[in-house]
């Protein structure tokens, strides 16, 4: 009993002295500092988290991680694969550790990538992107998406912080002869896709295929349905949570009617509030439902069991512009504790450069960059073609979780809400406001 | 021969006065006995246990220097919505995850036992099976008789009936399911009390003209009071700290949070939203809660027996 008494007060002394986390901004490293010169840096070991998992994704970091290491013998990648969300839930303790990856894939939201940036546990890029020129190799809607000021509260802005390989759009998929077979086009407007729903509907198909039991569908659907009424400019002001923009507009609230409109017709799957995200892709590719609302990663899903007949389309466009959600995939950061940060920044360098991307766009995937000069034939082609359009445009609106920390639970939770009439659209566009609200005005 | 035996006596005698001390009681060597034990219990339980204590009392995102705020993050639990709701719904999987087993367990096990069924291996087994299943296993498959073009709809007649997507009937669905995996736990830990009961018990009952329910509330309820508190105890810290089922059947707090536990807040909260401090709250709550029930129930198991 003495002893474990002892040992109880000895615990809570050592408790006592310290408060957990600690202030560990890196200094900024001034621009001549940078070495580039890679087989310079002696025997160089670079630990690198990353989740290129699926199929095409290991490919390709598989492939140019060979060919870096050949490229450059005194550089030894040591490669720690996680899925998505097994990286999002440990990168934290990862970075804050003492043995810290010197590059790590990170999510861009303000939970992650701005909450790094403020904890000071990411280095700043901008010495690089002089040094390797990233600034003319990516056009600034892809840096920006990277980018954190020092608060580490407006996506967009401040200092760059991470680059990606591939980019994502969420668009609309169709199945081809079903659409034929209704007797009608590809929608390009909005009365099209309108008329198409309806006409799926009488004649007994299943006009939209979704499955929300992940509730990660319903934001896809909302954001289409914004694209309708709202303009880009607005729609990226919300999705980043910057001041002056606020939820309850005429637009917002015609979009959220006609989400609920589209459930209450009868045009998504029956029960889908209870159907499993990837369901709902498996049944699209085994020719249930005409379109399905989704991101670019499912492509490779979709197009093996079905091959060309699937397209892929960007959503109608509005007064003759487009406007898409979309966003690069994860972006590649430096660790400020890396002991190798020129070493990682070649790295990153490497694995986003012209011939990267080529090899990107082979293993299936959708390059951030150049993707008008790859080959690719049927649904892939639609996409890279759709990518190529929507990134050189300002009509890329990026995803509604950006904006606050607790956006994505929030923006998911209201949309499955209103669509179980659990919150009228005021309700709805309220619940949103008032996380933007507390956002604004807690920090 | 005589030396030896006096030496023998001598050495008794040395012995004996420490035995006088008196018999049993504690000394100091017994400590180094327990230390491995109790080393290993303070690194990996008494002082994580103590750490989160200590990081309740501050507002930390994970990151970041936290700020000492005292009692703030418990007094917040109080008021807020979202811990409160977790907590509430955690004592509707009480009634599910510990109750109706116990219950069903009773009838099964007192049913087994009084009926000699053929095959009563084979039921046992099977019954006890959900339990050595891995819960996300369990998961899975319910997800897929909960889906809306399911096993259920299709015995109901009700297609395209979501189940686990409306707020109604989520944290209901996840309760039945939790009934499943308990039942045989608390049915083979009754089985084996009733098979401890001496024949001659059944048969003074049966003398003294008790039919099967005065021989149930008679004999076999009083004999299985241990049982039931231990199969209570069971199921009850299986509820309150219960995560997997609830997160992969009803994915981010389920329809409307409808179905949001305390293990699910401490995940959301620590992992994702930067509210460690918050987080480690629930955690010191929900364990302080554990300890409570679980005195209670051995405490009341417990008492009449003697």
Known sequence: ????????????????????GSDNRPAQQPAGDVKTDVAAMGQVTLTIWDQETRGGQQAQ????????????????????????????????????????????????????????????????????????????????????????PDTGDALGEGRLYGLPQTGELVGIYYNKPKLTALGLQPPKTWAEFDAALAKAKSAGQLPIQVGNLEKSAGPYLFSLAMHRFGNADEESKLATGRAGVNWPTDANR?????????????????????????????????????????????????????????????????????????????????????????AAAAYIDFITSPDAMKTVATAGNLPVLDADKQAASGVERDVLDAWNKAANSPGLVPYLDYATPNAYEVVTGSVEQLLSKQLDVEGFLGKLQADLDSSRGGR | MVAELSAGRASADRVSPQRSGGVGE????????????????????????????????????????????????????????????????VGVLILFFAVLPVVIGLVLATAMYRVKVRGLPFFRTALFLPQVVAMVVVAVAWQRIFAPDGVLNQVLGTPGRAWLGDSGTALLAVGIVGTWVQTGLAMVLFLGGIGKIPAELFDAARLDGAGPAGEFRAVILPALRGEIGVALTLTVIAALRTFDLVYMMTPLGGPGGSTTVPAYEIYQRAFHSGQVGSAAAIGVAITLLAFAVTYLITWIAGRERT
């Open chain 1, 1 to 20: 009993m003495k002893l474990g008494a002892w040992l109880c007060t000895a615990a809570v002394l050592a408790l006592a002295a310290c408060t957990p």
């Open chain 1, 254 to 342: 015609a979009a959220a009617r006609q989400v609920v409109e589209w459930a209450d017709k009868g045009y998504l799957t029956p029960g889908f509030a209870g159907l499993k995200g990837d369901d709902a892709v498996s049944k699209f590719s085994t020719g249930d439902g005409v379109f399905h609302v989704d991101g670019t990663w499912i492509t490779p899903t979709v197009k093996e069991p079905m091959k060309d007949d699937v397209g892929f389309l960007l959503p109608p466009e509005k007064d003759g512009k487009v406007t898409v959600t979309g966003g690069t995939g994860l972006p590649w950061a430096i660790s400020s504790k890396s002991k190798n940060p020129d």
């Open chain 1, 61 to 148: 970091i598989s492939a140019l991680n060979d060919q870096f290491q050949r490229k450059y013998p005194n550089v030894r990648i040591n490669r720690v694969a996680r899925s998505f969300d097994d990286l999002r839930s440990t990168i934290k303790l990862g970075l804050t550790g003492n043995d810290a990856p010197d590059i790590a894939q990170v999510n861009n939201g303000k939970q992650d990538m701005g909450a790094f940036v403020k904890a000071g546990l990411l280095r700043p890029l901008d010495a690089y992107a002089s040094a390797y020129q990233w600034t003319q190799r990516f056009p600034e809607s892809v840096r920006k998406l990277g980018s954190y």
């Open chain 2, 26 to 89: 504690p000394r100091r060597v017994g400590y180094l006995y327990v230390l491995p034990a109790l080393a290993v219990y303070v690194l990996f339980l008494l002082f994580p246990l103590l750490h989160s204590g200590w990081l309740s009392l501050f507002d930390w995102d994970g990151l970041s220097v936290g700020t000492f705020t005292g009692l703030d993050n418990y007094r917040r639990l109080f008021a807020e919505e979202g811990a409160a709701a977790a907590f509430g719904h």
